[in-house]
């Protein structure tokens, strides 16, 4: 299984961006995606996620300029971003929590995408 997220640049104070994000392999069932964010000297955190079948969850920092969504039919997951602030560079990663299939079983487990960097400059 793979994450293989796209998107990421170069802002100005803002400006938008979109990322995108899609799950790869031998997938049975994907349970929530998610973006999360780091930014230099900083811990990771949530940016914002989606259950399968729930509504979207936001960081408080993030609500009202940033929108997640789901394709079920693709495994992806987009996050649009608007407004878009210096405070908001970091760099982004796709997270997935899914059940694959593996020699004959399946499996859950969460999986991480390679980072995308995103600069918002002032």
């Known amino acids: 299984v793979q994450l293989q997220a796209s998107g990421g640049g170069l802002v100005q104070t803002g400006g938008s961006l979109r990322l995108s994000c899609v799950a790869s392999g031998n997938i049975d069932s994907i349970h929530h995606m998610g973006w999360y964010r780091q930014a230099p000297g900083k811990q990771r955190e949530l940016v914002a996620s989606?259950?399968?079948?729930?509504?979207?969850n936001y960081a408080d920092s993030v609500k009202g300029r940033f929108t997640i969504s789901r394709d079920n039919a693709k495994d992806a997951v987009s996050l649009e971003m608007n407004s878009l602030k210096p405070e908001d560079t970091a760099v982004y990663y796709c997270?997935?929590?899914?059940?694959?299939?593996?020699?004959?079983?399946?499996?859950?487990?969460?999986?991480w995408g390679q980072g995308t960097l995103v600069t918002v400059s002032s």
């Open positions: 989606i259950a399968d079948g729930g509504s979207p």
């Open positions: 997270n997935s929590e899914l059940t694959h299939w593996w020699g004959g079983s399946r499996f859950r487990q969460n999986y």
